[in-house]
């Protein structure tokens, strides 16, 4: 997969956007969420202080329970924290309000489901061109190139007018990282991105989140899948909603081996 292209090829960004974001950094201070249950107060996270640098691949690991989904909706802007304070892409989270969080959520990150999350009734081009269509920062006129244009650059150039049901768990994958990229955002989120497929999709889903990282985004990817989190250059480990361990590495190793059942 050669670097996407950013959207200044492919169009602009609109208007009211004004400038691009000047960082694709992740900044968490002194995170803490509490949820009320009916037994008193429940701490998903506590005291977490975090900083993903732009350009970083890094992994988010830890057992069911640990924290990793209320961490994903704190730096999404899904949910927000107790105490301390969110800021990604140079932007502090809790400033905006709902319509400025989805124009911020749609420009700043692209996010990658485990399930992939592809609308059945639209074809892969069609899926693509959702986000461009629900945030309108690429022009009209060039969206259907650019995401004819991603689709070819995750080698799906072909299945472009298929319905999402016609292909494997690994193409339908591959569209869905086509999907993140719509907006050229410099964030990418992939919420257990290869937990759904078998090793030939995985290894070939890491290998484009490789080459994404390459050619200049942020890619956070949170699994408990302990061969994916060795390949990643740097692995957080969370235990009981705290950051437990923090392990940067010189480079990555080893290919992901067959575990799977699904299909390629």
């Known amino acids: 997969m050669r670097p996407v292209a950013p959207i200044a090829d492919h169009g602009s960004r609109s208007a009211e956007s004004g ?3 000047p960082s694709a950094a992740v900044h968490l201070q002194g995170i803490t969420k509490l949820y009320q249950t009916p037994v008193g107060p429940f701490a998903a996270l506590r005291g977490i202080d975090l900083c993903v640098e732009s350009g970083e691949f890094v992994a988010v690991v830890g057992k069911s329970g640990s924290g990793k989904s209320t961490l994903i909706n ?3 802007g899904i949910d927000h924290p107790t105490e301390g304070v969110v800021t990604v892409a140079g932007t502090r989270l809790r400033a905006l309000n709902q319509g400025q969080m989805a124009q911020w959520r749609g420009r700043t990150l692209g996010i990658v489901f485990q399930f992939f999350q592809l609308l059945p009734t639209l074809t892969l081009v069609e899926n693509v061109l959702l986000p461009m269509d629900l945030c309108g920062c690429v022009r009209r006129e060039v969206r259907h190139d650019r995401a ?4 070819e650059q995750v080698g799906l150039a072909d299945q ?3 319905f999402p049901s016609a292909l494997s768990g690994g193409h339908q994958q591959r569209a869905a990282i086509a999907r993140a990229l719509a907006n050229d955002p410099p964030i990418i989120v992939a919420d257990e991105p290869t937990g ?6 995985a290894e ?16 956070l990817v949170v699994t408990h899948d302990d061969e994916l989190a060795a390949r990643v250059p740097r692995t957080v480990s969370l235990a009981d909603g705290r950051v437990s361990n923090d392990v940067t590495r010189p480079q990555m190793v080893g290919p992901i081996r067959a575990h799977r059942s699904s299909a390629n």
Do not use: P, Q
């Open 196 to 201: 759904n497929l078998d090793s030939r999709a």
């Open 148 to 151: 004819r244009y991603l689709l």
């Open 160 to 162: 472009a007018h298929k």
């Open 74 to 76: 704190m730096f999404t």
């Open 204 to 219: 070939a889903t890491f290998s484009l989140f490789e080459a994404l990282v390459r050619g200049g985004k942020t890619i």
């Open 19 to 21: 400038s691009i974001l």
